[in-house]
């Protein structure tokens, strides 16, 4: 739709990975939303740990439950990005070693989160869209699973609003480029959500955008509780400001109306290259209208009422299915 994506070779380096080389640029947690490699109590896998059929080469990024690494297959000669379920209050692992230590007190929660995230895992193995990262294995292993997922290259949605940020400019991106992209993320998305999982942690730096442009939503490490499951003892990791104020409440009820309303943050932040004001600072002061007012005068009206209804407080009041905000995204 309008111009073509402008990614180009000199942006990223398009270079196959050969033997065990993976240093090509790819799909990872933003290390800015990520804790940070801090977690003593629960060190990462060696380099060179074998892993299935596959070949830890380092530690990509580690938050509250889960390590990311990048690995190589002997067998197929690629590389992947594998996620390791590893809550970092929850389990002991020194330095060298593979399997962790549970507490006696922690074992039952441990156990629930493992199997609240091989569930996730095996529904993403499940989804085929051009537009959602590939889960293509579960490993079990060291007490634990692993997800091993496709190696992308490219660049953030996040790293590429910042690189076309322009000083005393208000609008960002063009609008054909947003809508092109999120036509296609609500495409992905809808299929996530018919297969009853929820996201909960959308944001620029979990969409990523291929060499040729086409976007992959990624990073479903917040995706703790699936639509309809009693699962209140594991809270959602989220992203202030891109966060529905449901998924502030350690009860609240979240659902796909949740996950709408961090696309609505998502188009803000692509406008204005900044996320909106956080959910709770909103219930007091809401400084959300005033802000797309003076959008408008960049924005169509069709963009910007879709942004609007997704950022509505009250969750009645958003939209409650994906596929049906992409009309209202299409070319008139």
């Given at each position: 739709?309008?111009?073509?994506?402008?990614?180009?070779?000199?942006?990223?380096?398009?270079?196959?990975?050969?033997?065990?080389d993976c240093s090509a640029r790819g799909a990872v947690p933003d290390p800015q939303d990520e804790f940070e490699l801090k977690f003593k109590n629960t060190a990462p896998l060696p380099e060179d740990?074998?892993?299935?059929?596959?070949?830890?080469?380092?530690?990509?990024?580690?938050?509250?439950?889960?390590?990311?690494?990048?690995?190589?297959?002997?067998?197929?000669?690629?590389?992947?990005?594998?996620?390791?379920?590893?809550?970092?209050?929850?389990?002991?692992?020194?330095?060298?070693?593979?399997?962790?230590?549970?507490?006696?007190?922690?074992?039952?929660?441990?156990?629930?989160g493992l199997k609240a995230f091989f569930e996730e895992a095996r529904i993403l193995a499940g989804i085929d869209h051009p537009n959602i990262v590939q889960v293509s294995e579960l490993v079990r292993?060291?007490?634990t699973v692993y997800m091993v997922m496709q190696f992308i290259e490219g660049v953030s949605l996040q790293e590429y609003i910042i690189r076309n940020k322009v000083e005393g400019r208000i609008a960002?991106?063009?609008?054909?480029?947003?809508?092109?992209?999120?036509?296609?993320?609500?495409?992905?998305?809808?299929?996530?959500?018919?297969?009853?999982?929820?996201?909960?942690?959308?944001?620029?730096?979990?969409?990523?955008?291929?060499?040729?442009?086409?976007?992959?939503?990624?990073?479903?490490?917040?995706?703790?509780?699936?639509?309809?499951?009693?699962?209140?003892?594991?809270?959602?990791?989220?992203?202030?400001?891109?966060?529905?104020?449901?998924?502030?409440?350690?009860?609240?009820?979240?659902?796909?109306?949740?996950?709408?309303?961090?696309?609505?943050?998502?188009?803000?932040?692509?406008?204005?290259?900044?996320?909106?004001?956080?959910?709770?600072?909103?219930?007091?002061?809401?400084?959300?209208?005033?802000?797309?007012?003076?959008?408008?005068?960049?924005?169509?009206?069709?963009?910007?009422?879709?942004?609007?209804?997704?950022?509505?407080?009250?969750?009645?009041?958003?939209?409650?299915?994906?596929?049906?905000?992409?009309?209202?995204?299409?070319?008139?």
């Amino acid at each position: 739709m309008g111009q073509p994506f402008p990614v180009t070779a000199a942006m990223l380096r398009n270079r196959a990975p050969r033997s065990g080389d993976c240093s090509a640029r790819g799909a990872v947690p933003d290390p800015q939303d990520e804790f940070e490699l801090k977690f003593k109590n629960t060190a990462p896998l060696p380099e060179d740990t074998v892993i299935g059929d596959y070949r830890i080469l380092k530690t990509l990024s580690s938050g509250g439950f889960s390590i990311v690494y990048l690995a190589f297959s002997e067998q197929s000669g690629e590389c992947v990005a594998i996620k390791e379920y590893m809550p970092a209050d929850r389990a002991l692992r020194p330095a060298g070693d593979l399997v962790p230590y549970i507490g006696a007190e922690q074992l039952a929660i441990y156990k629930f989160g493992l199997k609240a995230f091989f569930e996730e895992a095996r529904i993403l193995a499940g989804i085929d869209h051009p537009n959602i990262v590939q889960v293509s294995e579960l490993v079990r292993a060291n007490e634990t699973v692993y997800m091993v997922m496709q190696f992308i290259e490219g660049v953030s949605l996040q790293e590429y609003i910042i690189r076309n940020k322009v000083e005393g400019r208000i609008a960002v991106l063009p609008e054909d480029l947003i809508s092109g992209i999120f036509v296609r993320v609500l495409d992905g998305l809808h299929m996530v959500h018919e297969r009853n999982l929820l996201h909960l942690d959308l944001k620029p730096s979990n969409i990523f955008l291929q060499l040729d442009g086409v976007p992959k939503l990624i990073d479903f490490g917040a995706a703790r509780r699936t639509v309809g499951r009693d699962s209140s003892s594991i809270i959602p990791m989220f992203t202030p400001g891109f966060a529905a104020p449901e998924a502030w409440e350690r009860d609240g009820v979240v659902g796909t109306f949740s996950d709408l309303y961090g696309i609505g943050a998502c188009l803000f932040a692509c406008m204005c290259a900044k996320p909106p004001q956080e959910a709770p600072s909103r219930a007091r002061e809401d400084l959300i209208p005033g802000a797309l007012e003076v959008l408008g005068h960049s924005y169509s009206p069709q963009i910007m009422a879709v942004t609007k209804a997704c950022l509505e407080l009250d969750p009645r009041r958003r939209p409650q299915s994906a596929r049906d905000l992409i009309p209202y995204l299409l070319p008139r």
